[in-house]
Every structure is written in structure tokens, then in C-alpha cells.
């Protein structure tokens, strides 16, 4: 999983967003626990998706920019009065809002419009990628709250700088 090829193969699909500010930005929202913030999950689901997706010869470039910019919807929950339903029903179609600017293809976003199935009923996954997508989420997320993200040392191993490195 975390060769040298995949990592490379990987970055080429997303540097472009990697270097981004809007992208960027996601370093400031925190996710689902602390010291885990929305770039870092993002990037997570993005690279799990991508080997998901290599294994089963699916588009792993839709999956892998899909992934990272399924959650850049840029917003301090915080600093709201949404609740937490609402936020899971809304952040889909504020995140596709925010990556319309870099060019998605259709299967992009239904991937990121989807990925909270079946929270969101009506916006069933129209494709394999999105359905893998939706997966990786949920299993990221839930490496993530048991702290399986930190034992396995997922931050130092896709963060740009550790892939510059390596290369």
C-alpha cells in the first residue's frame, strides 16, 4: 500500500490540488477528533480510495482528486449554529460548490456530492469510484476516532513533504 509507486503515482494525480490555497485551507478545520484536521482526512480518504481503485482497475485519478476534495467545503462548524444532522445533510453540496473551479469531471462530482450515502438518501452513488470513495471515508473516519490513524503513522507517510522526500 504505501510503495514508492503508489505514492508517486498518487502525487502526480494531485499535486496540482495539494499546492492550492483553497485546498490548503483545509489544515485550519478540524475533523472528527483532535490533532486530525479536514487536509489530513481528506488526503487519507483520497490515497485509500487510489489504492482502492488500482486494485480494481477503476479511474484511481477521479478517485484520488475526488477523495481529497470531498470535504473541502471551508467551514469553522464552530463558528455556526448548524447542528450536527444538518451539517452531514449540506457540507456534500458545499464542498462540490468550493471544487467546481478546478475543472471536475461528472464522476468527480458525483463523487464528492455522494460520498455521505446513505446519510443523504436521495444522492445515491452513481458510479464504482463514488461507492469506493463513500467507503474510504467511513473506514477512515473510523481509523481515525479509534486512533488506528496515528498507530499507523498515516500523517508522516502522506503528508506532501514526507512524498517529496521519499521520492
Known amino acids: 500500500m504505501w510503495n514508492q509507486k503508489n505514492l508517486l503515482d498518487f502525487k502526480h494525480y494531485v499535486q496540482d490540488l495539494l499546492n492550492d490555497e483553497q485546498v490548503q485551507k483545509m489544515r485550519y478545520i478540524e475533523q472528527h477528533v483532535e490533532g486530525i484536521d479536514c487536509f489530513d482526512h481528506s488526503l487519507f480518504v483520497a490515497y485509500l480510495s487510489f489504492i482502492i481503485c488500482r486494485k480494481l482497475r477503476l479511474n484511481e485519478r477521479a478517485a484520488a482528486r475526488g477523495g481529497l476534495l470531498h470535504d473541502l467545503y471551508l467551514c469553522d462548524w464552530n463558528t455556526t449554529t448548524v447542528g ?9 453540496a458545499m464542498a462540490l460548490k468550493n471544487a467546481r473551479p478546478y475543472g471536475l469531471s461528472a464522476l468527480e462530482e458525483d463523487i464528492i456530492l455522494t460520498h455521505m450515502w446513505p446519510v443523504t438518501l436521495r444522492k445515491i452513488p452513481r458510479h464504482w469510484e463514488s461507492w469506493v470513495v463513500n467507503f474510504a471515508d467511513k473506514v477512515c473516519t473510523i481509523s481515525e476516532v479509534c486512533r488506528v490513524y496515528h498507530y499507523a503513522k498515516v500523517h508522516q507517510r ?5 512524498v517529496k522526500k521519499r521520492l
Open 84 to 92: 450536527l444532522f444538518e451539517r452531514l445533510l449540506i457540507h456534500p
Open 158 to 162: 502522506l503528508q506532501p513533504e514526507t
